[in-house]
Each structure stands twice: as structure tokens, then as C-alpha cells.
């Protein structure tokens, strides 16, 4: 390895709350992009960067740039020659990285398709014919689910080994799902991006800041059906209770966390630095057999803090730099309340629903002070305590 390849990756390495500390930024991308414009090693460091692959996953290269949301993407338009610009970008949306988030790889199929795909046609093409999607599981299948009475039950492997593998294919699959997505945008097949038409489609379209993601990309099959490894397919509702209650997924380990946070970046399409914290989670819970599609969409540096627990049966959008509880303070964001009529027994409100939507505006804070539980939908037409934070309902 050359010294300027050395001192490329070397440069690329610290986290972004490390770079004051360590060296001057803009000396360093100065030096970075002299480095990738004449030695090929050092151009290699930056694309696996910008692949997210290990060690440059959290890079300070990640974060914003002067006038775009990633600066590692601004750096290789101002610096790449034409040809080796479309071979990074294309690059990216064809990568099976699962630690790249949509939105970057969508701002760089949006760029891939304005200087034209070229040569990488053909690996595009490939992709969009290739494509199997994952099938919802049938209301026949659902009749067969054992139940407690109340949950239906469901196999959990009995080892982490088992539990992590389980997320890491479930990872994958989503992955080859968004690059098909963008691969028969960038190629013009398919349905394209439609314009939004309720408030949900709205605001995620305004905040994520790129034409080729549609809001629908944020709408989470609930019932979409993983292979689990032992014959038995887990919906993607099963395997985010797995997440979200099992040990191993709270704790800041060296193995365990990347694992998590690309399964949240890929199945969830959760927004690049974004984070959901330690013991923090979002889950869906069936009611009887309805698995409602519902929006779950995290906006660029948006913060589930630690403890914070959405449900998602109704939906919730965080757009960009909000920040939901912390401090490992016990906080779940509700978004179906259940309900009854008359003179029902309180049992009835089991599987009687009403659902809305939570919303917290760009650059919204959810207090850690405010313990318990949010009921959204008692805030429809109504102001909360907090600003930013409110309901809409579905389909406006």
C-alpha cells in the first residue's frame, strides 16, 4: 500500500464526534481528494467508504456537506473524473452493503440516472429481472399461527448465533429489495415515483430530499414473510419483537450492534445517521389477522433515544434531526388506541381499534421527562404539550 493510500484511509477513519479532535477538516478533505484523484488505492478507501463497508461504516465522511446531505457524495462529484464518478455511483446502488441507507443510495441512483448509467445498464437490468419479492403471509396461514389466547406464538431460535442470522437475512433480503426498486428507476421501469397524496406522503417526500425514493418505499409490509432457516417463514412483525425483546439486542456490543443498526438501516430504511438506540425499538402488534401496512419513516440524524419504544400499528414519521426520548427513560410512542362502545366489557377493546399517525416535525424534541406512555390519537385536531410532536389521521 502507498503512503498516500495509507494516509487516505487513515483520514477517513475517525467517527464525526473524533474529527476536531484529531485533525482539521479542511485539510483533510483537501488532502483526501488529492489522494483519490491520483492514486488507486486511496480512491478504493473512499469507495468502500462510501459502500459503508468496514471500517469507514461510521465516518465523519458521512456526515453533511456544504450543500447536500452527505459530504462523501459531494466530494466525489467535485473531485471523480465523469467515468470513474458513474462507476462509484453505480457502485453504490449496486452494492449488497445492507449498512448503506436508502436515502444515500437513492441520492445516488438520482445522480447515476442524471449522467446516465452507461455501461452499468446491463448489472441494473439484472437486477430488476432477478428480483423475487417476499410474499405476505395468507389469511390461510394466519388460521394455522398457534395461540396463547391472546399473542400468537412463534419459533425463536435458542441461540444468538441463530437470532442474528436470522437479521442478517432479513437484512439482505430488503437490500436486494430497494436496489430493485431504484435499478428500475434509474432505468425507467416500472411504476415511478408518484406524487404524494395524503399528509404522511407529504411530509416524508419533503423531507427526505430526493426524487427517486417514493413515500411507499416507507411503507412497512407488516406481514411480509422471512425464511427463517428451520422451514418456518417469520414475518417482519415477528422479527422486530425478536429485535426488540431479546437481551443480546440491548447491549453496545462489538458484534451484535453493527448487525442491528444495518437491519434497521435495511429493513426499516431507517434515514443514514440516524439512530435507535440501546433498548430503544419500534414493533407492530397483529390484531386478530390484521397486519395494516402502516409508515414508519426516520428521517437523517433523527434520534429514537435509548428506552424510546414506538408502535407502529398506526404509523409514525420522524422527520430529520428530531430527537424522542433518552436516558434509557421508559417512553412508548402509542399510534392505535384501543376502544369500546357503550356498555362493552373493558375485554372488547382488545381488537377494537382506532390508529392515526405520529409526527414529529424537523428539529422536533420528545422529552426524556415525559415518562410513559404517548397516547397519539387523543391528540387528533388537538395541540400536544410538545411542538413539533402531533397526530394526523390516515388518509389526509
Known amino acids: 500500500m502507498t503512503q498516500s493510500a495509507q494516509d487516505c484511509s487513515t483520514l477517513l477513519l475517525p467517527a464525526p464526534d473524533m474529527v476536531a479532535e484529531v485533525m482539521d477538516r479542511g485539510s483533510a478533505l483537501s488532502r483526501i481528494a488529492s489522494q483519490i484523484k491520483a492514486d488507486d488505492t486511496a480512491y ?8 459503508f463497508e468496514p471500517p469507514f461504516t461510521g465516518s465523519w465522511i458521512h456526515g453533511p456537506g456544504e450543500e447536500s446531505a452527505y459530504l462523501s457524495l459531494e466530494l466525489a462529484a467535485a473531485t471523480l473524473g465523469d467515468d470513474r464518478y458513474r462507476a462509484l455511483l453505480a457502485d453504490i446502488v449496486l452494492s ?20 446516465g448509467p452507461g455501461e452499468f445498464a446491463v448489472p441494473l437490468k439484472e437486477i430488476v429481472d432477478s428480483f423475487r419479492p417476499l410474499l405476505p403471509r395468507t389469511a390461510e396461514a394466519k388460521i394455522n399461527v398457534p395461540t396463547d ?22 437484512s439482505r ?8 426498486l431504484l435499478a428500475g428507476r434509474i432505468l425507467g421501469i416500472g411504476d415511478g415515483v408518484a406524487a404524494p397524496r395524503t399528509e404522511a406522503e407529504r411530509l416524508i417526500s419533503e423531507d427526505v430530499g430526493t426524487g427517486m425514493v417514493s413515500p411507499s418505499d416507507y411503507l412497512v409490509p407488516w406481514d411480509q414473510e422471512f425464511p427463517s432457516g428451520n422451514g418456518a417463514a417469520l414475518t417482519l412483525a415477528e422479527l422486530m419483537r425478536i429485535v426488540l425483546m431479546c437481551p443480546e439486542f440491548k447491549l453496545p456490543d462489538v458484534t451484535v450492534r453493527p ?41 437523517r440524524d433523527a434520534i429514537l433515544g435509548k428506552g424510546c ?20 427513560m421508559p417512553i412508548l410512542i402509542h399510534t392505535h388506541k384501543h376502544i369500546r362502545k357503550g356498555s362493552e366489557a373493558a375485554a372488547s377493546e382488545r381488537k377494537q381499534i382506532h390508529s392515526c399517525v405520529f409526527v414529529a416535525d424537523a428539529g422536533a424534541r420528545y422529552p426524556m421527562s415525559a415518562i410513559g406512555l404517548f397516547e397519539t390519537v387523543d391528540f387528533l385536531g388537538k395541540e400536544t404539550p410538545y411542538q413539533g410532536i402531533r397526530a394526523i389521521p390516515h388518509g389526509e
Request: glycine share 10%; hydrophobic share 45%.
Open 259 to 299: 448487525i442491528l443498526v444495518d437491519f434497521y438501516r435495511s429493513v426499516l430504511r431507517a434515514g443514514g445517521r440516524s439512530i435507535i438506540g440501546l433498548a430503544a425499538g419500534v414493533f407492530h402488534v397483529e390484531h386478530g389477522t390484521l397486519a395494516t401496512p402502516s409508515y414508519y419513516y426516520q428521517g
Open 173 to 180: 433480503a430488503k437490500t436486494l429489495e430497494s436496489q430493485y
Open 149 to 170: 389466547g391472546i399473542d400468537h406464538l412463534f419459533d425463536i431460535p435458542d441461540t444468538v448465533t441463530g437470532r442474528l442470522n436470522l437479521v442478517i437475512a432479513a
Open 96 to 115: 449488497p452493503s445492507t449498512a448503506i441507507p436508502y436515502d444515500y443510495r437513492a441520492m445516488a441512483a438520482e445522480k447515476l440516472a442524471q449522467v
Open 44 to 51: 478504493e478507501s473512499f469507495a468502500r467508504a462510501c459502500r
Open 309 to 328: 419504544v414506538i408502535d407502529c400499528v398506526g404509523g409514525a414519521i420522524l422527520q430529520k434531526s428530531t430527537f424522542l426520548g433518552g436516558g434509557f
